[in-house]
């Protein structure tokens, strides 16, 4: 089976189980995911473990964040709209 196969079976199921609402969809999640590795995981060619250490200077918020400084200009602010009372 193609991968781009594989993942549309998938999502086709995960989307029918996860409409009825959030209840049901924590509910189906630990045997979703027990199946889903079942099927699709795959041992690792090494044992070897390439993570280090995280550094005392580095801070994964900052990382692993995206951040844009922006201005809003008065007309987009409650304090640069004209009171319609």
């Not at 993942?7 to 209840?23: E, M, N």
């Amino acid at each position: 089976m193609r991968e781009l196969d594989r993942l549309k079976t998938v999502q086709a199921v995960v989307d029918g189980q996860l409409r009825p609402g959030v209840d049901a969809a924590n509910a189906y999640a630990p045997a979703f995911i027990t199946d889903f590795n079942a099927r699709f995981a795959k041992v690792p060619r090494s044992d070897f473990n390439a993570h280090r250490p995280l550094r005392g200077d580095e801070d994964l918020e900052w990382i692993f964040s995206w951040r844009e400084w922006r201005k809003a200009s008065a007309s987009l602010t409650r304090d640069g709209v004209e009171d319609a009372e």
